[in-house]
């Protein structure tokens, strides 16, 4: 239950980013002059592209105990005029009867669509793609400034176990079934902008569809690495005071130091950490992406933040709206999660000696066991000494 | 190196079985969304 409401309340603070409710002004307009309807001031205002209240018209559906007789004008729409159920229509405020089932199939008009699309076309692209590109400039600049972390003194030529073969497997499920989502997840989201007009439509088509499927079904592989890999190392990753210590030396990266670790360091506890609750977060959005209008999320969501931070985040959420939010968020956190990896892959392989082959072959050199993760080294032969397994 | 081609086979194996578990749990966004007056089958 607390998790439930954990992932509830990460969802939603990111939301708060891109609401229009923040973007609102809350000023009011006069408009006894047209008798309630829209004003010339609104219609500058959406020229201009700014927020407007549309509870003047959302709201006014009519009144069906106003209904005149049915035999009387009027009569057969009751108290609302065609412009009031028009006005429901649009802002979703009727129940109408449909044939076919499900939560969506009564929608006829979806008003937020469009904000949605231009969002996730504009904004989410734009920084999104940027902010990838950016930090893998950012980490080739890094790289010829500090070069590779060298182990100091050369390898010792001995190797300690480091992780056994199940760490590896799960750690392998999860990073490259993360690794075909974010690219298939980038193709889905940005082919149309970037990929079609060097490719063409024919050549993009199938490319789409393979990445749909692919992203809708290594989706599994990484939720179960995922899972694996928080009971396998969560107690590891507790942090300690150590940590700290670690922290502000750095890790070592600019000073040349090295200061004490255990088996994980407090750089790679904040990976793991933020692998763990982005990739939750990640994962619940996907679930409710993957079953379309089964596993709506945010209207909860934003009922337990109204409540608890006193905001008035929309609780009353058209089906689609609740797909809308998933994929932005769903965008967002993925991006993020995309920025941590870039940073572990480059410590990893290029931007470390020694460091790849932890999961490699499981086995690192005992020189840059001892220089990066000393207290652990002490811990494992303290064991063998014992006679018990590392 | 095994472990980690093992660990990539096994994600594409999940992938393929995910979509025939999900038919055997009767899961189909078809049935979702639409209902034998309205299926054109």
């Known amino acids: 239950m607390k998790s439930k409401l954990f992932s509830a309340a990460v969802l939603a603070l990111a939301t708060l980013l891109f609401n229009p409710a923040w973007a609102q002004d809350g000023s009011t307009v006069d408009r006894t002059a047209t008798g309630g309807a829209q004003t010339l001031e609104d219609i500058m205002r959406r020229q201009e592209q700014l927020e407007i209240d549309e509870s003047f018209r959302s709201e006014n559906l009519g009144n069906p105990e106003n209904a005149a007789p049915a035999s009387g004008q009027l009569g057969t729409l009751g108290g609302r005029s065609d412009a009031d159920v028009w006005r429901s229509i649009r802002y979703n405020k009727i129940d109408p009867t449909v044939q076919s089932p499900g939560p969506a199939n009564g929608v006829m008009i979806q008003d937020e669509g469009m904000p949605w699309y231009k969002l996730r076309e504009g904004p989410v692209i734009t920084y999104g793609g940027g902010a990838i590109l950016g930090f893998v400039a950012l980490l080739v600049v890094f790289y010829f400034v500090r070069g590779k972390i060298m182990i100091d003194g050369g390898p010792a030529g001995t190797t300690i176990e480091r992780f056994k073969a199940v760490e590896r497997f799960g750690h392998w499920l999860l990073a490259g079934s993360f690794i075909v989502l974010g690219i298939t997840g980038l193709v889905t989201l940005m082919g149309r902008s970037f990929l079609i007009p060097v490719i063409g439509i024919d050549a993009f088509a199938p490319i789409a569809a393979g990445s749909k499927w692919l992203h809708n079904n290594v989706s599994w592989a990484f939720m179960l690495g995922l899972v694996m890999t928080f009971c396998m190392w969560v107690a590891h990753n507790i942090p300690n005071k150590l940590d700290w210590q670690w922290l502000k030396a750095g890790g070592g990266i600019f000073t040349k130091s090295h200061p004490s670790a255990r088996k994980f360091n407090a750089g790679q506890k904040i990976i793991f950490w933020t692998v763990m609750v982005l990739g939750f977060s990640v994962s619940l959005s996907g679930l409710s992406l993957l079953f379309p209008f089964q596993l709506p999320m945010f209207a909860d969501t934003f009922g337990v933040i109204n409540s608890v931070l006193g905001t008035s985040f929309p609780t009353d959420l058209a089906p689609h709206e609740e797909m809308q939010y998933a994929n932005i968020w769903h965008s967002i956190v993925a991006f993020v999660m995309m920025l941590a990896i870039i940073a572990h892959i480059y410590i990893g392989s290029v931007g470390m000696e020694g460091a790849f082959d932890a999961m490699g072959n499981g086995h690192v050199d005992v020189e840059w066991a001892r220089q990066h993760h000393d207290l652990w080294v002490a811990e494992v032969e303290a064991k063998e000494g014992k006679g018990e397994s590392s | ?41």
């Not at chain 2, 578990?21 to 034998?36: T, Y």
């Open chain 2, 1 to 41: 190196m095994k472990v980690m081609i093992s660990a990539f086979v096994a994600a594409l194996v999940i992938a393929s079985l995910a979509p025939v578990v999900l038919d055997q749990f009767g899961w189909s966004s078809a049935e979702q969304a639409s209902s034998e007056s309205v299926r054109l089958e």
